[in-house]
């Protein structure tokens, strides 16, 4: 029996196996909590490294890497679809492949320039896969990776658009600086300290020097000391006050010594940092004394044309910016008058809708939309469908509008003209209902001259064709102005339209076919 185990043996080793196995259940269980941990580490890595390369593809900008060879490595896939290539296209792609032909011997300066400074910025052309160039502008880096071997990676923004907005802008300043150069009154601007920087050719005929002469050339050089005086009180006061003067009467000596009279009107110029850079001003020789009285006789009449002439001056502005404008101005005050005087006869207006505020009407309603001359030609012009940060932009154009409108009438005494146009440019877009813009003023909160442009502008652009849509017919638009009578239009306004709708329709056919000349001398003549 002593080599039998005794019971209290047997208890002792069945101990030490239950705890034999509860510690390999201890160890099984934390090595599967351990594993477990360590695959969702690896899954939230993944998903990490997902998220960025999801980043990377649908980036908008053209993201890239290139061996020392210009051979692709790398593109992002979003800028490639853009440029119209599937991403098998450009898998052993070079570069060079995606230039134009002539500027591909330009590749190798290139990379001489990043081995040497280890980076490069600049612009170049690029090929889309229908062979149209785009401009892009990049910047590029010489990267090393572990094993030694040098690659470059690089950003590139498609800034085609923008060249061409910048191009777009550059022809239209020289066109309204061509303007400037051959008005009959002349037009000059000098810095601060009255040397001329620009001249027009009527300033060079009323001095008698050519514009090299005249350029870089003090006023003190054509005055005698008076009068330069005289002129040096003037600028003077605009440089404190900020504020325009007409009517300046000063002599100037011409080249061959004769005197010649003119009167001047002088504005203050300012940099895009609102800092004082100098003056402009329209000059006009009134000389012949013989014609004096004739001249104060045409002064006179043109003073009292100014309003006439201001409104066309500043309404032609936007119409020169909207190539879709047409006879647009011309039959925006045509339709506004008609609805004016329907609703004069109304007992609720009369009183208030008087023949002046017809006659005022008539004239401003062109200007509702001067404030575009704010807004870019990239997005003013652009053909297809705005996006939602465009349209902001562009719903800028009612504020600015009014804002310029408000600064004019402010330098003027007693009731202006220009009080309609300032109403009409500010509020041409509120609606009836409350959901317009800029201020979302209801119903009768918005003033009576915004209510009737409103609905005479909608349906002139109805009724107009568009780059991005046909023209509706008379009765579509009815229909479409009808459905919004108490929601965008004020319900009076659209049964002032109805009364007369068919003056509407008979308006626009007989200036369908105007063309921009009969347009602008028919507007100088009413």
Known sequence: MSGKPSYSDLEKTVASLKAEMEKVKSDILLQRIETGFAATKIQEIKKEGEKYRELYENMSDWVYIHDMSGMFLANNLHFIKALGYSPEALKGSNVRDLMPEGLRPGFDD????????????????????????????????????????????????????????????????????????????????????????????????????????????????????????????????????????????????????????????????????????????????????????????????????AREVTILGLAKLSEYRDNDAGAHLERMREFSKIIA???????????????????????????????????????????????????????????????????????????????????????????WNGKGYPKGLKAEEIPLSARIVALADVYDALTSKRVYKEAFSHEEAIKIIVSERGSQFDPDVVDAFMARNKEFSAIRKKLEDLNSEKLELKLYQA
């Open 110 to 305: 290139y990379l001489k320039q990043i081995i040497e400074h280890g980076r490069d910025t600049g612009v170049m052309k690029i090929l889309a896969a229908d062979g149209t160039e785009r401009i892009v502008e990049y910047n590029n880096v010489l990267v090393t990776n572990d094993s030694g071997e040098h690659h470059v990676q690089g950003l590139a923004r498609d800034i085609t658009e923008r060249m061409a907005a910048e191009a777009a802008l550059k022809k239209s300043e020289q066109k309204f600086r061509s303007i400037l150069e051959n008005i009959y009154e002349g037009y000059y601007e000098v810095d601060i300290a009255g040397n001329f920087t620009f001249v027009n050719k009527a300033i060079c005929s009323i001095l008698g020097y050519t514009e090299m002469d005249l350029l870089g050339m003090n006023n003190r050089n054509y005055m005698d000391e008076e009068n330069a005086r005289k002129v040096f009180k003037t600028y003077s006061s605009i440089l404190a006050s900020g504020i325009p003067q007409d009517d300046i009467d000063f002599e100037l000596v011409r080249k061959d010594g004769q005197i010649r009279s003119v009167v001047s009107s002088v504005s203050l110029i300012l940099s895009a940092q609102k800092k004082p850079v100098g003056f402009r001003g329209i000059a006009r020789d009134i000389t012949d004394k013989n014609k004096l009285e004739n001249d104060v006789v045409r002064f006179r009449k043109n003073a009292r044309n």
């Open 341 to 431: 005087q329907e609703l004069s006869v109304h007992k609720k207006f009369k009183g208030y809708i008087t023949d002046k505020y017809i006659e005022d009407i008539y004239l401003s309603a062109i200007l509702h939309d001067i404030g575009k001359v704010g807004i870019p030609d990239a997005v003013l012009l652009k053909p297809g469908k705005l996006t939602i940060q465009e349209f902001q932009i562009i719903k800028e154009h009612s504020r600015l509008g009014g804002d310029a409108l408000s600064e004019i009438e402010s330098k003027i005494e007693g009731e202006s003209f220009l009080t309609l146009a300032k109403e009409i440019a500010y509020y041409h877009h509120e609606r």
